[in-house]
């Protein structure tokens, strides 16, 4: 019997508007043919004649080097050239930061998702992931993961082909950022119409300008069409529009077994197409204000057969004649930035942010079985699962600075309010449920939470030493608005949360010399609950065994205290950075942790972990070779290792995942460029591994840990046009089969399904890029 997936009709709405004008830039960069100037360099940590800028750090523009704590830029240029199309891609060589991205291997019928806990749906940094790292696209916050039993919605609402670069902040930012930002800070900036119209700082300003790229990985076999127009409607007003579509089947694994069970490790049939559109506005009435509006859609659909959940299932006595499933994110972001030049007694310049950001997650399973252990009338029963997470958010920021000068010191002040209102909601619809339930359902009830907060953060210079005291004073509030579907069936009603928090942190700068400097921070996180950690329950009979997920109403916040020293060289040739970290945690949240465990009953349920620490240090740095046979050689390297450890019990952190070293050789002429990276996976070892709260704590039982592994990476880009380049990338050169502990945790060292983990074995990236 054999049933197949519904695929999504989409047309790629961007492919003929790209082509369109990729066949007229084609004419206009022929006829206007000259050398290129050799490209900067693509690494994050490169050390540039032009300073740096990122806004994440201080909530405004700032130089890198200036700030007292660990930052990364990821570069339009290095996203272009190594052609990332994911966020493991983009953040692959920075120490200490991981990406979890496992197989679309969920069962419809799964009871749980076993490997599914501790909130790890996203990026990891320094041992914390899931939503601890607050993610932003120009300031404004993306949804948050969601995780429950056979749904999984992660966080890429998003198409990196939109962004011009990444900004990554390390440890704890909540003083700035409230507490999403306990672990760190990824913001996503957007392109300007400026970047498109004013090339150069010497040019005339374009009055149309644009780009438009088309790429192809043989990783997945995915096509990327991006094209942007920007345009000058007047001296005041400019405007941008970008699209961007990506079709794609599935990632590749180094599993060779194809059968249609649980035993398959080859990657199950995948189809799937990405669109993202970016709209934007600038208006400028004079040289004292600038008002940007911003409209951003992105949506990704996927349909998936699921060869991999056929068969037998022994507890249940179902056999899996097919599954199937079809899964939707959407994101809608509406947002006005205001900025103005006030040049009062008490702001010099003043911002306002408001935003309206609405984004769904939808995934349908279909699953067909009969019952070999009861049969049943009809034969076939078909199984149905409609999960559904919804979060319509309103953001209202407003943000003023102030700077004062004296002789030899001058103070910076950034203080302003937040605002953040969020209305969550979930359903879980279908039919066949798993006894006891009745469709629908919900895990936790619709809930509004919100966060009100006002920050301050001075910024004073002393000579060569610079003071960057903060304080945040944070309110939230968890208010459940209805029990519609939720109690009953639930044993007891939800229950709604707030709380308080007080967030200090300094920050401290010291220029020892002209290329050396010396910086430290003291940082506290803090991070509420979530209501679908307060109020998430389930239950299920799967053969002999009850399931229960109960909920925990006594769940308190997260908190941290961190400390970050560091040590930056900027010399002629060499740039380098070390630091050392340590964070001490309390009421660390864990997802669905395993709390009891009998031969008929399991009873899961998000606790806090009392005291917690995670420590470790990091180590970055490029190094100039100088001119080399008419070109410019250098290197780069990156080590970060991390340690992690549950202080009440003495387990490790399983969130933490070993070290990595990163070298890169990168070689540029004026009119070509080529590179060599080479990645250095440290093995999981078993003793840094906590069996109980993975649930694998029974007999016989434990979790793999993934070996060591060396993988390389070439590349080249051929810049034949002044303004058209030619980028290939091969990957994994000699065909290393290798896991990331990020994808594996949670799953046994004898599962016959290990190599469906691997990643993709040797594979070719090209991409064409022209600009106009």
């Known amino acids: 019997m054999r049933f197949s997936p519904p695929l999504h009709d ?83 060589d920075l120490p200490n930061v991981d990406v979890r991205s496992s197989p679309a291997r969920l069962a419809v019928s799964a009871a ?93 300003p374009k009055a149309i300008g644009g780009r438009v790229a088309l790429g192809w990985s043989e990783e997945d076999h995915g096509w990327t069409e991006t094209g942007t127009v920007a345009g000058r409607a007047s001296e005041q007003l400019q405007w941008m529009l970008t699209a961007s579509a990506r079709q794609a089947r599935e990632m590749q ?76 994110i959407e994101r809608d972001r509406l947002a006005w930035d205001g900025r103005f030049g006030l040049r009062t007694d008490w702001a010099d310049h003043m911002r306002a942010v408001v935003s309206y950001q609405q984004a769904s997650s939808r995934r349908i399973g279909h699953s067909f079985y009969e019952n070999t252990k009861t049969p049943t009338s009809p034969p076939i029963t078909h199984s149905i699962r409609d999960n559904r997470y919804k979060e319509r958010t309103w953001q209202i920021d407003l943000q003023a600075d102030k700077v004062l000068r004296g002789d030899g010191w001058s103070h910076r002040l950034v203080y302003g309010l937040d605002h953040v209102r969020n209305d969550i909601s979930n359903l879980y619809d279908g039919q066949a449920p798993l006894a006891p339930e009745v469709f629908p359902l919900k895990r936790f009830p619709d809930t509004r939470e919100t966060s009100t907060a006002a920050y301050l953060q001075a910024e004073s210079d002393l000579g060569n030493w610079t003071l960057t005291p903060g304080l945040r004073l944070e309110h939230y509030s968890i208010h459940v608005k209805n029990q519609n579907l939720y109690y009953p069936p639930a044993p007891e009603p939800a229950r709604s949360k707030s709380g308080s928090a007080v967030l200090p942190k300094l920050g401290v700068l010291y220029r020892a010399t002209d290329t050396w400097s010396v910086f430290g921070q003291y940082a506290t996180g803090f991070r509420a609950p979530e209501a679908g950690q307060v109020n998430d329950r389930f239950r299920a009979t799967v053969g002999a065994t009850d399931n229960y997920i109960i909920a925990n109403p006594d769940l308190k916040p997260e908190r941290s205290r961190g400390v970050e020293l560091g040590l930056r060289g900027r010399m002629q040739q060499l740039s380098v950075d070390a630091v050392v970290f340590a964070n001490r945690y309390s009421n660390l949240i864990e997802d669905a942790r395993l709390i009891q465990s009998t031969p008929t009953k399991q009873v899961f349920q998000t606790v806090n972990v009392e005291r917690a620490r995670i420590h470790g240090f990091e180590f970055k740095g490029i190094y100039d070779w100088g001119s080399v046979a008419d070109g410019r050689l250098r290197t780069s390297f990156s080590y970060g290792q991390t340690r992690g450890r549950d202080r009440s019990s003495g387990a ?113 990236k090209l991409s064409l890029v022209a600009d106009f």
């Open 10 to 92: 989409m047309p790629l709405l961007p492919t003929r508007t790209a082509l369109s004008l990729a066949v007229a830039l084609a004419c206009q960069t022929l006829a206007q043919a000259q050398t290129a100037a050799p490209a900067p360099s693509a690494t994050p940590a490169a050390h540039a004649a032009l300073p740096m800028m990122v806004v994440s750090g201080a909530r405004q523009e700032q130089a890198v080097d200036d700030l007292p704590m660990s930052a990364d830029i990821i570069s339009e240029q290095a996203l272009r050239e190594q052609q990332s199309r994911t966020l493991r891609q983009a953040l692959q």
């Open 112 to 204: 749980s998702s076993a490997f599914a806990r501790d909130g790890n749906m996203g990026v990891n940094i320094r041992g914390l992931g899931g939503n601890r790292v607050l993610m932003t696209v120009d300031g404004i916050r993306m949804p948050r993961s969601y995780v429950s039993r056979s749904a999984m919605f992660d966080r890429e609402y998003l198409s990196l082909e939109l962004f011009k670069r990444i900004e990554i902040i390390r440890g704890p930012a909540s003083a700035l950022y409230g507490g999403d930002g306990m672990a760190g800070v990824l913001n996503f900036v957007t392109h300007d119409p400026q970047d498109f119209l004013q090339t150069s700082p010497d040019a005339a």
């Open 253 to 328: 694994t180094m599993g060779t077994n194809h059968a249609q069970d649980s035993s398959r490790t080859a990657a199950d049939p995948l189809d799937a197409r990405d669109r993202a559109l970016l709209g934007k506005l600038v208006f400028k009435p004079d040289a004292m204000q600038r008002h940007t509006l911003t409209l951003e859609h992105s949506d990704k659909r996927q349909d998936v057969d699921q060869l991999s959940s056929r068969g037998l299932t022994a507890s249940t006595g179902k056999k899996i004649l097919d599954e199937y499933s079809s899964s939707k």
């Open 652 to 764: 490790p952190l399983n969130s933490v995942s070993p070290a990595q070293l990163s070298l890169g050789l990168r070689y540029d002429r004026p009119q070509w460029g080529v590179y060599a990276d080479a990645r250095h996976y440290w093995a999981k070892k078993d003793k840094d591994i906590d069996l109980v709260s993975i649930g694998n704590s029974k007999k016989g039982t434990t979790q793999f840990a993934t070996p060591a592994a060396t993988t390389l990476d070439l590349g080249a880009q051929w810049r034949f046009q002044k303004n058209m380049r030619l980028n290939v990338a091969l990957n994994n050169v000699t065909d290393r089969k290798y896991w990331r502990w990020q994808d594996v945790y949670g799953v046994a060292a004898g599962s016959t399904a290990l190599d469906a983990y691997t990643q993709p074995g040797r594979n070719l």
